[in-house]
């Protein structure tokens, strides 16, 4: 497993990162988005779509649990703050988007994390030393 580092100075400097993250996505991969409560989950979702060429507003499906987004690769964006329990999971049918292609992106993933494959791609958000930044820590299996 490798583990890469990253700090950034603002929501905006997340995002810029989130965009370049997503131009080395070929499709299959499976994102799993981990922090607290307004860590910047949905800004590296909306990063990612917009570098996966989303020209839509990927915005946060708290209450849709999952929304489709067409891009260079189909994006499927999933909040789990929600959901329970992987079982919980399981019966909403979102099990069936680890198999679709495209790019899964998991905000809140530590809920089911024992149900997801170990080739999934952790990222784990944390404030950095100011409001703005934010620590991103990238672990890709090996």
Same mark, same amino acid.
């Given at each position: 497993?490798?583990?890469?580092?990253?700090?950034?100075?603002?929501?905006?400097?997340?995002?810029?990162?989130?965009?370049?993250?997503?131009?080395?996505?070929?499709?299959?991969?499976?994102?799993?988005?981990?922090?607290?409560?307004?860590?910047?989950?949905?800004?590296?979702?909306?990063?990612?779509?917009?570098?996966?060429?989303?020209?839509?507003?990927?915005?946060? =499906?708290?209450?849709?649990?999952?929304?489709?987004?067409?891009?260079?690769?189909?994006?499927?964006?999933?909040?789990?703050?929600?959901?329970?329990?992987?079982?919980?999971?399981?019966?909403?049918?979102?099990?069936?988007?680890?198999?679709?292609?495209?790019?899964?992106?998991?905000?809140?993933?530590?809920?089911?994390?024992?149900?997801?494959?170990?080739?999934?791609?952790?990222?784990?958000?944390? =404030?950095?030393?100011?409001?703005?930044?934010?620590?991103?820590?990238?672990?890709?299996?090996?």
């Amino acid at each position: 497993m490798s583990i890469e580092s990253i700090l950034t100075s603002s929501p905006s400097a997340t995002e810029s990162w989130a965009r370049e993250f997503a131009a080395t996505l070929v499709g299959g991969e499976l994102i799993a988005l981990t922090g607290e409560l307004g860590a910047g989950k949905t800004v590296i979702a909306k990063g990612i779509g917009k570098g996966l060429g989303v020209r839509e507003d990927v915005i946060s =499906p708290s209450f849709n649990y999952l929304l489709e987004y067409r891009g260079r690769l189909q994006l499927f964006h999933a909040d789990l703050y929600r959901i329970e329990s992987a079982d919980t999971f399981r019966a909403l049918g979102l099990d069936e988007y680890l198999d679709r292609g495209g790019v899964l992106l998991i905000e809140w993933a530590e809920r089911v994390r024992a149900m997801l494959p170990p080739e999934t791609i952790w990222i784990e958000i944390t =404030p950095g030393n100011d409001p703005q930044s934010r620590k991103i820590s990238v672990r890709r299996p090996s």
